[in-house]
Every structure is written in C-alpha cells, then in structure tokens.
C-alpha cells in the first residue's frame, strides 16, 4: 500500500480510502469483520463511514458494526484513521426533533457521543461536516469543534459536499479564530464522468492545504464496465447508472470508454481508480466494497501505471470543465 499526507496535516492515510456505507444494508456484520480485516492486512488505513449509514430505521447500524469490530482487539483501533461524519437526521422515522440534526452547537455535541458510543472508541481521527449548514454561523461550529479537540473526542475536521467557497469561508473564520485547525480534508463527488469539482472545490482544497477524499469514484457502478457485464448477462445498471445509459450520447461515451481500456487490456473500475489516483490533490478515493473480491480489485489500482497516451484517451471521452474561470469566462 502507498501512503500520503492528509492534506496539510502530518496525518499519514493510504492511499485507498475503505467506505463502509454497504455495512448493514448490504453487507452483514460478519462479512463486514471479514473486509475490514483484509483491507487493514493490506495496508489500508483510512476507513470512512456516517452516524447515518444503515439508514432508515437502522440508522447507526455501520458505527455500530466497526464499533464491534474495534472491540475484537488486536490493535485494529490503534491501526485505523477512523472518519465519520455529522449533519444528518437521525430520527429512525424520519421526522427530526428540533437540534437533532445539522451542525448547531448542541447536535455536533450530542452526534459526537452517540458515534463515540456505537464506535466503541474513546476519539474519532477525522470528523467531518456531511453537509452546508446554511443556517449555523462558523464561528459557533468552531467553538464547539475547539470544545470537542480540548477533550480529545475528535483530532481533525474535514468538510463533505461543501463547494468551494464554504471551503474558504470555514477555514477564514477559523485562522481570525487562532488556535483552530480548520478543514484539513473535503469529501466530494468527483470521478471520470463527473469531473465538476476540478473547477472550485478542489483548487479551493488545494489553496487551504485539504486533502481531496473522491467519492463514488466509479459513479454509481457506470465506470466498472457496465455495458460488458450486460452483454456478458452479469448484473444490470441500476440507480443513477441506468439512467445516465439510457441517455444514447451518454450510453455511447461508456461504450468508448470500455473500448479505450480493452484496447489497453485494462479493467475499467481499476483503471477510474488509478485515473483518480493520478489528480492533483486528491489524498485517495472512497472505495465501498460489498465484497473481499471487490477490495481485491480496488488494491490492485493503487500498483497501476497509467501511460500519458491512455490519459489523453481518457481526457478525450470525459474532458474535465477546464481552470476556474476560464471554464467559464474568458
């Protein structure tokens, strides 16, 4: 396994990032043991997860699963950077009571403990904002997070799905602040078919020193050769995956894509990742495997070259916006 820093921080993280949303909706909780354990026997380090993965009446359930696993010793707690994350409701039934959601002072306080609880953990590496608040000023997010750091609950903060001028805001407000650390890490969409992020978020990550977590790198399942498993009578798209192939233009860009690789004799979820792996800023992607034999394939990107011809190939079929604000302005 490589490994890099987390943004500007002396945090050392692998290069794979292991998801955990399948844990308890898709995977049960023995399996889940099984990936974790492989994914740590091979290096990887950084396992990311949410107070709400399990979902709907289940919500908590993948803390609680890692939690579990912490707990079976071994080391796996001190060998981990565990992230997990802040914002959403997590009323079984859907319906919010007032200050159990979002990042008020008072829930990022509560959600701290409930995870705390459920991970069977005593710290949380790198806690992250799942969301914009647009409602909850800054200057009192910082203040409960400095609380939280005083204590030793939690040792960095990261942002997800923040554009690039909350990205700037959060960590302004921070440094008039003094003595807070700000957003060391964004987690955001980004991949081969997505590429929206090149234009604010990621060179705003990379002016405030954040590291780059891709998330979805194979968008939705459409990057790991899903028109060859139809043919082939594997499993068929679904989700956002089918839609976008239902679309004829988008249908014949995936097609050129798989074309690209077999010539190359690649496999095309190895090679979005390896292609991720090669972008300015990015720490490493989020790779949410159901199964071992799915990590095994996602390890096998972090040892793939990929030539300039091929990434030339690959600019070609999915070009990114091109720099801010030329994408957009003269």
């Given at each position: 396994m490589k490994y890099t820093q987390?943004?500007?921080?002396?945090?050392?993280?692998?290069?794979?990032?292991l998801g955990t949303m399948n844990f308890g909706p898709q995977t049960?909780?023995?399996?889940?043991?099984?990936?974790?354990?492989?994914?740590?026997?091979?290096?990887?380090?950084?396992?990311?997860?949410?107070?709400?993965?399990?979902?709907?009446?289940?919500?908590g359930r993948t803390e609680e699963i890692i939690g579990n696993w912490f707990a079976k010793g071994g080391e796996r707690r001190d060998k981990v950077v565990l992230a997990t994350k802040v914002y959403g409701n997590m009323a079984a039934?859907?319906?919010?009571?007032?200050?159990?959601?979002?990042?008020?002072?008072?829930?990022?306080?509560?959600?701290?403990?409930?995870?705390?609880?459920?991970?069977?953990?005593?710290?949380?590496?790198?806690?992250?904002?799942?969301?914009?608040?647009?409602?909850?000023?800054?200057?009192?997010?910082?203040?409960?997070?400095?609380?939280?750091?005083?204590?030793?609950?939690?040792?960095?903060?990261?942002?997800?799905?923040?554009?690039?001028?909350?990205?700037?805001?959060?960590?302004?407000?921070?440094?008039?602040?003094?003595?807070?650390?700000?957003?060391?890490?964004?987690?955001c969409l980004y991949n081969l078919a997505e590429r929206r992020a090149e234009m604010e978020v990621i060179p705003a990550a990379q002016e405030y020193g954040l590291g780059v977590i891709p998330w979805s790198p194979l968008q939705g399942g459409l990057l790991g050769g899903v028109i060859k498993k139809e043919i082939e009578g594997g499993r068929r798209a679904s989700g956002r995956a089918a839609d976008t192939l239902a679309n004829p233009s988008s249908r014949a860009q995936i097609q050129a894509y798989e074309d690209l690789l077999e010539k190359h004799a690649l496999e095309p979820g190895e090679t979005a990742l390896a292609w991720l792996l090669t972008r300015p800023g990015v720490t490493g992607p989020i790779v949410g495997p159901r199964t071992a034999g799915q990590l095994d394939s996602a390890l096998r990107a972090v040892e793939l070259e990929l030539g300039e011809d091929l990434l030339s190939g690959l600019d070609e079929i999915f070009p990114g916006p091109g720099p801010s604000p030329e994408a957009f302005a003269w």
């Open positions: 987390l943004g500007r921080t002396g945090l050392k993280v692998s290069r794979l990032v049960d909780e023995a399996d889940s043991h099984a990936i974790m354990d492989a994914a740590l026997g091979a290096g990887i380090n950084f396992f990311d997860t949410a107070n709400v993965y399990g979902w709907g009446e289940n919500k039934d859907g319906d919010a009571w007032p200050n159990h959601d979002k990042l008020s002072a008072l829930n990022i306080r509560r959600a701290v403990e409930a995870s705390l609880k459920r991970l069977q953990t005593d710290y949380i590496d790198v806690y992250q904002f799942h969301h914009v608040d647009r409602a909850t000023p800054f200057e009192e997010i910082w203040q409960a997070i400095d609380t939280l750091v005083q204590q030793g609950k939690i040792l960095y903060v990261g942002s997800s799905n923040f554009p690039g001028y909350k990205i700037a805001q959060a960590n302004e407000i921070a440094a008039r602040r003094g003595g807070t650390i700000g957003l060391v890490s964004e987690q």
